[in-house]
């Protein structure tokens, strides 16, 4: 054979065939397609998780800001649905241990702010015995929730829901009266309204 039908036949078998092209392709596919709804199943996840660690952020932040300045700091939210953001304020009445129960007049400070959740997702609110409704839960100076009526405890539950309003892979955030935050997932049994 000589040298020139040599090299003609190497290159004849370089590259893939249209069928070997086919079968890469089919493959490709396949695998995209099994692995799709665990990437959207991961995604969903990683949202609930952040908007979670964004909520107990603020709720940390604004107990240790009611202990730091002696005062009042609530976490405020439009109503019992959160979904559209919330914000941190310190309530700036004087003495500090005689708060104004106001919040958003014009002495007090804004601390954080946190925009709307994406969209699709919801954050429902319930605080159980507190004077401000759903709107508002507020820490007083020891860390402890603080604005509701006397003797009573205080509690707030937030449910952080998906867009497929799965109770069980939803997440659960309990403020207790004491002020300890406490997070888990599975909402069925929150007392805020449920993610379904």
Same mark, same amino acid.
């Given at each position: 054979?000589?040298?020139?039908d040599?090299?003609?036949?190497?290159a004849?078998?370089l590259?893939?065939?249209?069928?070997?092209?086919m079968?890469?392709v089919?493959?490709?596919?396949?695998?995209?397609?099994?692995?799709?709804?665990?990437?959207?199943?991961?995604?969903r996840?990683?949202?609930?998780?952040?908007t979670?660690?964004?909520?107990?952020?603020?709720l940390a932040?604004?107990?240790?800001?009611?202990?730091?300045?002696g005062?009042w700091v609530?976490?405020? @939210?439009p109503?019992?649905?959160?979904?559209?953001?919330?914000?941190?304020?310190?309530?700036?009445?004087?003495?500090?241990?005689s708060?104004?129960?106001?919040?958003?007049?014009?002495?007090?400070?804004?601390i954080?702010q946190h925009?709307?959740?994406?969209?699709g997702?919801?954050?429902?609110?319930k605080?159980t015995?507190?004077?401000?409704g759903?709107a508002?839960?507020?820490?007083?100076?020891?860390?402890?929730?603080?604005?509701?009526a006397? @003797?009573?405890?205080?509690?707030?539950?937030i449910?952080?829901?998906r867009?497929?309003?799965?109770?069980?892979?939803?997440?659960?955030?309990?403020?207790?009266?004491?002020?300890?935050?406490?997070?888990?997932?599975?909402?069925?049994?929150?007392?805020a309204?449920?993610?379904?």
């Amino acid at each position: 054979m000589s040298a020139v039908d040599s090299a003609g036949m190497r290159a004849g078998r370089l590259g893939f065939g249209v069928i070997e092209l086919m079968v890469a392709v089919a493959i490709v596919a396949i695998l995209t397609a099994t692995a799709l709804p665990s990437f959207r199943e991961m995604g969903r996840r990683m949202t609930v998780t952040s908007t979670t660690n964004d909520l107990v952020g603020a709720l940390a932040m604004a107990r240790a800001e009611a202990a730091k300045r002696g005062g009042w700091v609530a976490v405020i @939210g439009p109503g019992s649905n959160w979904s559209t953001g919330w914000h941190v304020e310190a309530d700036a009445a004087t003495p500090p241990n005689s708060p104004n129960h106001v919040f958003g007049d014009a002495t007090d400070v804004e601390i954080t702010q946190h925009a709307a959740v994406d969209s699709g997702y919801s954050v429902k609110v319930k605080v159980t015995n507190g004077n401000g409704g759903d709107a508002r839960i507020v820490f007083g100076p020891a860390g402890n929730l603080v604005d509701g009526a006397a @003797g009573t405890a205080i509690t707030a539950d937030i449910n952080i829901c998906r867009p497929d309003n799965n109770p069980g892979q939803s997440r659960w955030i309990r403020v207790q009266s004491s002020g300890e935050i406490v997070s888990q997932r599975d909402t069925g049994a929150s007392p805020a309204p449920g993610c379904s």
